[in-house]
């Protein structure tokens, strides 16, 4: 067996599972979740008939590369998105992929030399455990950047020994970020891009939330942009969609990646093996999704009403802010986030996550902790009761 398996956490669903063994919650109040970021929200009409017209295909094997038109609707999907002046070459940088979370993975595993003892893979932290999992699996040591309030929830960069950058290979960077919902404006992501020239590792820009924000003035900015703005070439730079976000599709498992052709080479070739190739009827209905942006608005519009009608009931009992994106909440519980989130669970049949399984303590205490993910992705009334069942249980509890 691989040795380095021993070295995987659990995963949080199933710690979050052991958590709550042995809980009787009340049954006069159905369950509501809101651990997972799962979205519930109807997956678009025209998409899912894209995807049945497409069923004919299912005699096709699909092809690593994927099909030239899926990959031209995301090279034109990321130029109106992230206005990249048509410098994005569909046929050698776009790769589609089965979700992000596939493809976070398997990215560490092409890109890491198993020879190469000293690789340091960076995440922020909290973070999305498939980092870490990657990470270890190519042979690399995770090196964990906090994300704290004090830094408006974003890796302080400066605060990186040029040691760790030296031995970095990969920078993993989430934006819009998971859990917080923190954005990294275009200043920060030159930051990032300067110092992945300077010391030659590549990003891996997670943006799988990109296209859920809450100000439609102010969509969050993307590596590739960045780029294109610098005039600096997609080097280095690797960034990974999904539609299981934007679209409301998650079962659909279907994404891309795009950004430096050299590596999309590598990615591709490592790819033909691993025998990921994206079926020919979803990428079909991908076609249809990367092709419209009104449904994706439509989506946002949810979202948003979920925010206004939630946080103005959480408020007066909670330490919680509106993210600038995302769909999910990051209160401070001010104490043991095991204990609330298993008390909640036990008195109001209400499911979060504890924020100390999204983290890792590297020496400084675990930035996680003492705080809660709400994710809100159940529909609206179902947020709200869940609202109301949480402040409940916050001024009912003895001080």
Same mark, same amino acid.
């Given at each position: ?169 990969? !920078?993993?960077?989430?934006? =819009? ?7 990294? %404006?275009? &200043?920060?992501?030159? +930051? /990032?891009? #300067? ?103 439509e989506n946002r519009a949810l979202y948003r009403a979920k925010f206004d009608a939630v946080l103005p009931i959480l408020s007066p009992v !909670?330490?919680?802010?509106? =993210? ?7 209160? %401070?519980? &001010?104490?043991?986030? +095991? /204990?609330? #989130? ?58």
């Amino acid at each position: 067996m691989h040795p380095r398996l021993t070295a995987l956490q659990p995963y949080p669903f199933e710690r979050l599972a052991q958590l709550h063994r042995g809980v009787t919650p009340p049954t006069d109040r159905k369950a509501i979740a809101l651990s997972i970021g799962e979205p519930k929200h109807d997956a678009p009409a025209f998409v899912v008939s894209a995807l049945v017209n497409a069923l004919p295909e299912l005699g096709t094997y699909p092809a690593t590369a994927g099909l030239p038109e899926f990959r031209e609707s995301v090279a034109r999907w990321l130029d109106r998105r992230y206005g990249l002046g048509g410098t994005l070459d569909a046929d050698r940088m776009v790769l589609p992929v089965n979700g992000t979370r596939e493809a976070l993975f398997a990215f560490a595993q092409c890109l890491i030399d198993p020879a190469d003892t000293a690789a340091l893979v960076a995440m922020p932290n909290p973070f999305y455990q498939i980092y870490e999992g990657a990470a270890l699996l190519a042979g690399a040591t995770p090196y964990f950047l906090d994300t704290t309030a004090d830094h408006g929830f974003l890796p302080n960069l400066q605060q990186v020994p040029d040691d760790v950058w030296r031995r970095c290979r990969l !920078l993993y960077l989430c934006s =819009p970020g998971n859990p917080t919902g923190a954005v990294a %404006d275009e &200043a920060y992501l030159t +930051e /990032v891009l #300067a110092l992945a020239d300077r010391y030659g590792f590549v990003i891996a820009g997670d943006e799988c939330y990109g296209d859920l924000y809450l100000d439609e003035h102010r969509p969050p900015p993307g590596l590739l942009g960045a780029c294109a703005r610098l005039g600096r070439g997609y080097e280095r730079v690797v960034v990974f969609h999904s539609l299981s976000k934007r679209s409301s599709v998650p079962g659909l498992r279907s994404g891309f990646v795009a950004g430096d052709p050299a590596i999309l080479a590598a990615f591709k070739l490592y790819r033909t093996y691993h025998g990921c190739a994206l079926p020919v009827h979803v990428q079909r209905a991908s076609i249809a999704a990367w092709n419209d942006d009104g449904h994706s608005a439509e989506n946002r519009a949810l979202y948003r009403a979920k925010f206004d009608a939630v946080l103005p009931i959480l408020s007066p009992v !909670l330490a919680v802010d509106r =993210p600038t994106a995302g769909f999910y909440l990051w209160p %401070d519980v &001010a104490g043991d986030d +095991e /204990v609330f #989130a298993r008390d909640l669970y036990a008195h109001e049949n209400v499911i979060v996550l504890p924020g100390s399984y999204l983290g890792r303590d590297a020496g400084r205490g675990n930035p996680g902790r003492g705080r809660i993910r709400l994710s809100l992705v159940a529909p609206l009334a179902d947020c709200i009761d869940a609202a109301h069942r949480i402040r409940h249980f916050m001024e009912s509890r003895p001080s």
